[in-house]
């Protein structure tokens, strides 16, 4: 057999944002959300209603555990025994409900997996930030970043192969699924989506490799490039954001979807694949901004759309996963590691750098973030 030790890892994190699983949870989710993020009231109210909309559920707890299954099939299917922890930012199981869970196991060192792919701070330092505070709290937190249970993080994985094979595989099932619906795959174009982040966040994910737009940029081109080679005709794409919030004042990313459907209808497209490539799964994001709202646009401006799946569980994307765990283990030993990559970017970092992914630029966050060189920054 093989090597596929995951020493020195005795548990793994899988580290989500978390979402409500009933009505009453809707706005104590929120309050979590956006504690001194300066949301107006009206988002909230707004978004408040996405969610009763669907019952004041979250579609993203149920995807969480079933992400979670799909990495215990996948590690007992190698051989790999290691137990996984689901923790959230801003819902049950909370981050310092995953932290006793991984002490009751006895584990020392955990290796995390956030379900975000890109760095910026929402997507990377905003959980290693967490995972400090929390341990703070706990009174576990030592003055250079000591902890009771260590944590090391695994790569921003947007440019892993298993990745963007997932999202090839699911562009390529949308054009299958754009003609079923009476649309025309050769003149359709593809709008890859993501969540919109205020442009200062977006300056600030410049230390990482590439700012986070670029992430996307590089990947989208991959998986455009890779879904016409499959296809068999040139896939015309672009990059737009959904889920804009802040106060109207304060710049973020754009365009916004429905805008850019807008556009693109006033210039005569009526064929439009939606792929969330921002996203790995069908959480509320997708759910509401894309699956209600981007598709209503697309339908009174009279075009035939599909909306491509997210990643989700699909095969390649979980073993990828795995292989990303496998990754980290070899470089936590001190081995050389092939770190796989696809696209014109190199890998991510494993320890983020210092001042990597604040929220703005040339302003220190002042909070401790774990797996980075230094714990402030
Ligand atoms: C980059 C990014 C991702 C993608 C990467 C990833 O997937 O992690 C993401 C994911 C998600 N965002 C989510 C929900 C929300 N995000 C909010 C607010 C914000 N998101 C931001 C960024 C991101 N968010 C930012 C810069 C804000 C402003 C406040 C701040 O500076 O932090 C708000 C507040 C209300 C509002 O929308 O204004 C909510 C409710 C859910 C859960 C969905 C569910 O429940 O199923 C998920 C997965
Ligand atoms: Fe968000």
Not at 118 to 136: F, I, K, M, N, P
Not at 272 to 291: Q, R, T
Not at 311 to 331: K, Y
Request: hydrophobic share 40%; proline share 6%.
């Amino acid at each position: 057999m093989q090597d596929v030790s995951l020493t020195p890892y005795d548990a793994l994190l899988l580290y989500s944002f978390g979402g409500p699983n009933k009505p009453e949870d809707v706005v104590p989710f929120l309050r979590n959300v956006t504690a001194g993020k300066g949301i107006p009231d009206s988002r909230l109210e707004e978004v408040g209603e996405h969610y009763y909309g669907f019952g004041g559920k979250s579609p993203i707890n149920e995807q969480n555990l079933a992400l979670k299954a799909a990495l215990e099939a996948e590690l007992a299917r190698r051989g790999i025994e290691l137990p996984v922890v689901w923790g959230n930012r801003n819902w049950e199981p909370y981050t310092k409900d995953a932290v006793a869970e991984l002490e009751s196991l006895g584990a020392e060192r955990a290796v995390v997996l956030v379900t975000s792919a890109y760095s910026s701070y929402s997507g990377c330092r905003q959980y290693r930030e967490d995972l400090a505070v929390t341990l703070d709290g706990l009174g576990k937190l030592g003055p250079e970043g000591s902890t009771t249970v260590e944590f090391d993080k695994v790569r921003s994985y947007f440019n892993h192969p298993g990745f963007a094979r997932a999202n090839v595989d699911a562009v390529v099932e949308g054009f299958e699924a754009l003609a079923a619906k009476g649309g025309d795959p050769r003149a359709a174009r593809v709008v890859f989506v993501t969540h919109s982040i205020p442009t200062t966040m977006e300056a600030a994910s410049r230390i990482s490799h590439a700012t986070y737009s670029e992430q996307h940029l590089d990947l989208a081109g991959v998986v455009a490039a890779e879904a016409s080679q499959r296809l068999g005709f040139d896939v015309p794409w672009d990059l737009a954001y959904c889920s804009r919030s802040g106060p109207p004042s304060q710049p973020w990313l754009e365009p916004d979807v429905n805008d850019h459907l807008e556009k693109l209808a006033a210039e005569g497209l009526r064929d439009v694949v939606l792929s969330p490539i921002g996203f790995v799964s069908d959480h509320m994001e997708v759910a509401y901004d894309l699956d209600t709202e981007a598709m209503e646009t697309a339908g009174r401006l009279g075009m035939t759309a599909v909306r491509a799946g997210t990643v989700g569980t699909r095969a390649p994307f979980v073993q990828g996963l795995v292989d990303l765990l496998l990754e980290r283990a070899a470089i936590a030993r001190g081995e050389d590691v092939d770190e796989a990559t696809v696209g014109t970017l190199p890998a991510f970092r494993s320890v983020c750098a210092p001042g990597c992914c604040l929220r703005r630029d040339g302003e220190p966050s002042g909070v401790p973030a774990l797996c980075s060189v230094d714990l402030h920054s």
